[in-house]
């Protein structure tokens, strides 16, 4: 899929997630098959650029292109200026945040609220639009399908955001008065699709290969985009790939590999934030690759009772290497063996 001036090398991308798609995170999901990754969302508020949280954010040393910043806020002219902030520190995409259920910027609701204000949603896409196309950078939307479910207005702003010069528009299929609950519907997907020339991105509860090709096929989108389901399980990407390609499923990752990818990402993680933060950020991402597997509760368990960093490294390892004894593959993630056991697993 061609975007700009770039061409992704895959269809397949993993979604924004504050506080999760960090830049160690998004680094392995694009190692292991994401054709493309923005970065978690950040503010548009001048007085917070120095912050220690959202400098890091907008750090992407070593973070292969092209590099995609998601922004968020309520005001055109500091939107505009967070996209060239941004485009300072290296991005070459810079993505609107119109998605997001919660976020307060400047006691105003950014994200998916801005979806109620369709006139301040385009004063914003076309004050970033301009800011970003002297340079060449392309704009892209991210949206929910609409305010609430008598106000899908999705096709009207993704028409609208096409003649501003907005891109590539992703669509998550629920509206913002949802949140995360009930299913994402992808018939309001279809329609922006229907709707509009730039590439479209389904999004929303897409958590298999199998259910990518449904949501591909059913909407006609160019694109997927993957949250929640990657979490814990960034070789996902890889696994859409094959089954795209070959219509079989490839064989769930080696435990092997994934001790490999795990302590890369560790490594990383640490690195960016510090061992303090680091041992306590790294908690949630060593809690979702473990869950459904044998032992993966208790080493929760444990590895929330440590703040040391290399006892957090030997506790995962002493895990991979138990597991390997008793397994070469994960499990298929259907066919998740039950709970083992702290004894057991300690034997
Ligand atoms: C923890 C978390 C943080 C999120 N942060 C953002 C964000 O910063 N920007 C954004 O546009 N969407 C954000 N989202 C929404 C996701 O990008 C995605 O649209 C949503 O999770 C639906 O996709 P999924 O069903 O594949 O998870 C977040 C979602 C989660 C679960």
Known sequence: MQLGPYLLPNPYFVAPMAGV????????????????????????????QASLKTSRRANHDGEPGPIAVQIAGTDPVMMAEAARYNMERGAQIIDINMGCPAKKVCNRWAGSALMQDEPLALSIIEAVVAACAPR?????????????????????????????????????????????????EHGTVAAVKAAVGVPVVANGDIDSPQGARRVL???????????????????????????????????????????????????????????????????KHIGWY?????????????????????????????WLQWLHQRMDRLPAPDAAPHEIAHSDLMA
Not at 23 to 39: E, T
Not at 301 to 312: G, H, L, P, S, V
């Open 290 to 318: 473990v869950q459904d597997l044998p032992g993966g509760p208790d080493l929760r368990d444990r590895i929330n009772r440590t703040d040391d960093r290399t006892e957090q490294v030997r506790q995962v390892d002493d």
């Open 21 to 48: 798609t960090d830049r160690p995170f998004r680094k392995l999901c694009r190692k292991l098959g994401a054709g493309h990754a923005v970065s978690e969302m950040v503010t548009s508020r001048p007085d917070l």
């Open 136 to 184: 060449g950078v392309p704009v892209t939307l991210k949206m929910r399908t609409g305010w609430c479910e008598a106000r899908r207005n999705a096709v009207v702003l993704a028409r609208a955001a096409e003649a501003a010069g907005v891109q590539m528009i992703t669509v998550h299929g629920r509206t913002r008065e949802q949140a995360y609950r009930g299913h994402a």
């Open 217 to 283: 096929r059913e909407t006609g989108a160019d694109a997927v985009m993957i949250g929640r389901a990657a979490q814990g399980r960034p070789w996902i990407f890889r696994e859409i790939a094959h089954f795209m390609a070959t219509g079989t499923l490839r064989a769930p990752p080696l435990v092997a590999e994934v001790r490999q990818w795990l302590m890369e990402h560790l490594d990383d993680h640490y690195t960016l934030y510090g061992d303090g933060l680091g041992v306590r950020t790294a908690r």
